[in-house]
Nanobody
Framework: QVQLVESGGGLVQPGGSLRLSCTAS????????LGWHRQVPGKQRELVAL???????NYADSVKGRFTISRDNQKNTVYLQMNSLEPEYTAVYYC?????????????WGQGTQVSVSA
């Protein structure tokens, strides 16, 4: 059974930090491209950060210098360290895993974790 379980969300004051975790099971984690996305009500889900199976990373311009994505293939876990948080970063954050085999493509999502930045 495939599961992506996010944790680490919550309420934080502006300027604070959070670290999100997403632990996967039932997937070929080490060959997956892993991403963190966020969504606010009424808007499309957007990519925040991505780490490929080769270890390269990409970030949305709005989070560069504030967020760091990392992965631990031994623990099947991807992390998102979020620093200097501001209210505009309030959203539900989702992790995503994508990979291909010879036979098909796979695309999995977690259930999301709420991040709220407020004084």
């Amino acid at each position: 059974q495939v599961q992506l379980v996010e944790s680490g969300g919550g309420l934080v004051q502006p300027g604070g930090s959070l670290r999100l975790s997403c632990t996967a099971s039932g997937i070929r984690f080490s060959i997956a491209d892993l991403g963190w996305h966020r969504q606010v009500p009424g808007k499309q889900r957007e990519l925040v950060a991505l780490t490929t199976n080769f270890g390269s990373t990409n970030y949305a311009d709005s989070v560069k210098g504030r967020f760091t994505i990392s992965r631990d293939n031994q623990k099947n876990t991807v992390y998102l360290q979020m620093n200097s948080l501001e209210p505009e970063y309030t959203a539900v954050y989702y992790c995503n895993a994508r990979y291909k085999t010879v036979w098909r493509e796979y695309d999995y999502w977690g259930q999301g974790t709420q991040v709220s930045v407020s004084a």
